[in-house]
Structures are given as structure tokens and as C-alpha cells.
């Protein structure tokens, strides 16, 4: 897949910009994801909903989209610190999008959410996080919303594991 092919799969649109296929810099092959730009915010969300699993023309997988996010060590200025929790027990299909919106309806800081899927298939590992703006609000959603239906099924909630650094000092 590359570039034209992104562009052609939106191009009954006539809504996306442009596409950029993310590469291996040593061996130039694509590393299975991309970016595509739209004209605006409302256009990006309408393409996210109407196509987001559904079957890319004339192969066998499904559009995984999401919100682009900014990279590691990335902050914007402004954006303030970030609070997130697991999600546990996901249905099979839900997406970033519907972990996202499920929650956002009810806490408004909610800026963002993952769902954790196998790198080889693309099918969802059944957990993910939920990336909130205000401690508050993470906090009520742990409790209010551990048990609820994301879904087909009911969402067990906890706090996210910290990570550990990279190259942090192990046992000796």
C-alpha cells in the first residue's frame, strides 16, 4: 500500500488532501500505518465514522482509523497533564473511536482513548486506556463506569500501570 492507494480508497469523497505511508528508513517498506489529511476537523470525524472497520477495497483487512496523536516525548504547550486508565474486557469490536465516544459523552476532559490491538492481525487485544484531562473526572469514570457496557460487554476498569523507562536499571 502506498500513497495512491490511500488516496484512492477516500477518493469518492472528494474530501482527502493528502496521505503519507509511514516507512522503515532502513528498508524503505511500509510499516503498516499512515496519515491521510482532511480539509477540516468535522470532514475527518465524518470519514472516521463511515469508514473506521470496514474492508479496504480489494483486500482482506479492515480501516483502522483513529485520531492522530502526538508522537513520544511530544507535548503541545497547552494541553496540560494527561490521566489515563485501562479498560479491560473489550468487545472484539470495539474501536478507538467507539472507547473514546463512550466515555467523552459523559466527561468532557476525555481527550483521547487506545485500544490495544496484535500488531501482526489487527484484531483487538480486549483492553485499552482512556486519556483524561482532569484527575476528577478519570477518577468518577473508574468508578462510575467499571461494570458498564462498552459494546457487547461490560468494561472492567482500573488505574493504567506506570511504565517503566526504557533501559531502566533491572535486577542485578
Known amino acids: ?16 488532501i493528502t496521505a503519507k505511508v509511514i516507512r522503515n528508513k532502513q528498508t524503505g517498506l511500509p510499516e503498516g500505518y499512515g496519515f491521510i489529511e482532511f480539509p477540516s476537523r468535522a470532514v475527518a470525524d465524518r470519514i472516521l465514522q463511515n469508514f473506521n472497520g470496514t474492508i479496504m477495497p480489494n483486500t482482506e483487512q479492515n480501516f483502522r ?27 472484539a ?11 467523552r459523552t459523559l466527561y468532557h476532559s476525555v481527550k483521547g482513548a487506545k485500544v490495544v490491538t496484535d500488531r501482526a492481525t489487527g484484531r483487538s487485544k480486549g483492553y485499552g486506556f482512556v486519556r483524561f ?5 478519570q477518577l468518577r ?15 472492567r ?16
Not at 2 to 7: Q, R
Not at 67 to 91: K, N
Not at 157 to 172: E, N, V
Open 65 to 91: 482509523l483513529n485520531w492522530a496523536t502526538l508522537g513520544a516525548g511530544e507535548r503541545r504547550q497547552d494541553d496540560g497533564p494527561d490521566y489515563h486508565d485501562f479498560r479491560g474486557d473489550l468487545a
Open 133 to 137: 484531562g482532569e484527575e476528577s473526572e
Open 157 to 172: 476498569i482500573g488505574p493504567a500501570a506506570t511504565k517503566k523507562p526504557i533501559g531502566g536499571g533491572g535486577q542485578q
Open 93 to 103: 469490536d470495539v474501536t478507538d473511536y467507539t472507547l473514546q465516544e463512550t466515555f
Open 141 to 155: 469514570a473508574m468508578n462510575e463506569m467499571n461494570g458498564q457496557y462498552c459494546s457487547s460487554r461490560p468494561m
Open 1 to 16: 500500500m502506498d500513497e495512491n492507494y490511500i488516496l484512492s480508497c477516500f477518493a469518492h469523497t472528494g474530501e482527502a
